[in-house]
């Protein structure tokens, strides 16, 4: 809506306002947009602060969650089918926030994409295509994948109609010409590496249009282990169920043989919580990220190194190269203290 619109609509609505806060009603907020949450919860814990965090807004209608595959054999989780474990961790939590069977909860494919052929059908990806297939529902699709791209690029393959019928929200993607790049060896960038073909299918083949956070961003996403222990783990059973889960991943590396082990400091990165600001997290006029800073590229190819090549036509790519960190963050503990004091108020 155009803010000038709004505005001179504004006198019509002004006595019911005033009514609402007289009585300390607060105005009812509507769902904007949909969401698909795609990410392998079972994995690095940011995807449980993201998907938390998506769960307690107002303004996304979550559709459906899919608990995605990490690399074979990772450190991570030791279930032999990851996507399962993925998905089992979000009902897990969905159960600690009072919202279990509120939407779908599904496996996704255990496995990357082989190199040649379509893949096969799986539960998530025939519903990934339904909900974009959807002609009854005005609202915006939005894809918040946090981790590889199976089964987004599974469900494209199969029905290529969906790719303009939603946008990609990507966690992912190494540092662009001109970035630096993190210190030490050139390592590939995770979440491409769970599966690369996937990444390929999306980028170089299909047309969905793509909100990028790449790696140089993502890592933007940095807390400290004390702001979670004074803001997250004091909002109850939920705050304490997070933390531990980090804690988790510094008894893991504090664990290793010393060689391989880490010295993780005192802080951690939710790479993830820009699905949240990029989507729920809109302006209210002109509805778009705008605290966020991105530049519109022409969509690069992926090449078989996981770095970007020539490229591929089509649909301009937005990058974002900042993110709103400050709003992202206090609107989580914000969220997290409103849910422990509406449960407080519930407990008999």
Same mark, same amino acid.
Request: glycine share 8%; hydrophobic share 40%.
């Given at each position: ?12 609505? /002004? =006595?019911?306002?005033? #009514?609402?806060? *007289?009585?300390?009603?607060? &105005?009812? %907020?509507?769902? !904007? ?113 946090? /981790? =590889?791209?199976?089964? #987004?690029?599974? *469900?494209?393959?199969?029905? &290529?109609? %969906?790719?303009? !019928? ?113 989507? /729920? ?68």
């Amino acid at each position: 809506m155009d803010r000038r619109a709004f505005m001179a609509g504004m006198s019509l609505v /002004a =006595g019911a306002a005033v #009514i609402r806060r *007289a009585h300390g009603q607060a &105005p009812p %907020i509507v769902p !904007r947009q949909r969401i698909i949450i795609d990410n392998d919860f079972a994995g690095d814990p940011d995807g449980l602060f993201a998907l938390t965090q998506h769960m307690l807004c107002q303004s996304v209608d979550v559709r459906l969650i899919v608990g995605s595959h990490l690399h074979e054999h990772e450190a991570w989780s030791g279930a032999t089918d990851q996507a399962a474990a993925a998905a089992a961790k979000a009902t897990e939590l969905l159960e600690l926030l009072g919202l279990r069977g509120r939407m779908p909860v599904l496996a996704g494919a255990e496995h990357a994409l082989a190199a040649t052929g379509k893949p096969p059908l799986t539960p998530a990806a025939e519903a990934i295509i339904r909900e974009a297939l959807r002609d009854d529902a005005d609202a915006p699709l939005y894809y918040c994948a946090g /981790a =590889g791209l199976t089964d #987004i690029a599974t *469900a494209w393959l199969n029905e &290529p109609r %969906i790719g303009r !019928r939603m946008t990609l929200a990507w966690i992912g993607g190494p540092e662009y010409a001109g970035t630096a790049r993190p210190p030490g060896p050139r390592e590939a960038e995770y979440n491409l590496t769970i599966d690369r073909r996937a990444v390929q299918v999306v980028f170089n083949q299909s047309d969905i249009e793509i909100w990028q956070v790449p790696r140089s961003s993502y890592r933007q996403m940095i807390v400290s282990y004390a702001e979670l222990l004074a803001r997250v783990r004091p909002t109850g059973a939920i705050g304490e169920y997070l933390v531990g889960n980090v804690e988790q991943v510094m008894r893991m590396v504090a664990s290793m043989p010393a060689k391989q082990r880490m010295n993780l400091g005192e802080t951690y990165i939710l790479g993830d919580s820009p699905l949240v600001t990029l989507t /729920a997290l809109q302006a209210p006029f002109q509805p778009d990220p705008s605290s966020s800073q991105y530049v519109l590229r022409a969509r690069p190819t992926i090449d078989d190194t996981g770095e970007y090549g020539k490229p591929a036509g089509g649909r301009p790519i937005r990058v974002y190269e900042r993110i709103d960190t400050r709003l992202t963050f206090e609107d989580l503990y914000a969220r997290l203290a409103a849910h422990a004091r509406a449960k407080a108020t519930a407990t008999p």
